[in-house]
C-alpha cells in the first residue's frame, strides 16, 4: 500500500461500507468500525496502524511478522496490529472481513452470504 494515512483509512472505509451493519465512529479519538457496537479495528494515532479484533494472532504474526504483531498493551486481547504501510491490501481485507463475520449477527451474516453469490 501507500504511505497516505488518508489512503488506508479510505480502503477500510471501503472494505468495512460493504459488510452489513457496520458503523463508524470514535475510539481513543481515532476513527474505528463496529458492528452491534462491537468494536471491529481502529486507526492508531500516526494513521499508520490498524488494531483489528482477531483470534487468529499468532497464525498471522507467524507468517509475517514485520507487518503483524502486538504491544504489551494487547497481550491479554484478541487483537492484531497492522502495519499499513507493508500489508498486502488482500490480506487486510481478508483481516477485516473475518473480524466482521466474528461479530455479526445471524441475519447480518445471511445479507453479506447473499450479496456474495
Not at 476513527?31 to 483470534?55: H, S
Not at 487486510?92 to 466474528?102: G, N, Q, R, T
Request: include cysteine; charge should be neutral; hydrophobic fraction near 40%.
Amino acid at each position: 500500500m501507500t504511505t497516505d494515512p488518508f489512503i488506508y483509512l479510505q480502503f477500510i472505509r471501503n472494505t468495512m461500507a460493504a459488510l452489513p451493519g457496520t458503523t463508524e465512529g470514535l475510539s481513543h479519538g481515532t476513527p474505528a468500525f463496529y458492528v452491534q457496537k462491537k468494536m471491529l479495528c481502529r486507526l492508531w494515532e500516526n494513521g499508520e496502524v490498524l488494531v483489528i479484533r482477531t483470534d487468529e494472532r499468532d497464525k498471522w504474526i507467524a507468517k509475517d511478522p514485520d507487518t503483524y504483531f502486538f504491544t504489551d498493551h494487547y497481550r491479554n486481547y484478541p487483537c492484531l496490529l497492522v502495519n499499513l504501510p507493508k500489508v498486502d491490501p488482500e490480506e487486510l481485507k481478508i483481516l477485516l472481513i473475518k473480524a466482521w463475520m466474528d461479530r455479526a449477527s445471524k441475519t447480518q451474516l445471511k445479507a453479506y452470504q447473499e450479496n456474495i453469490h
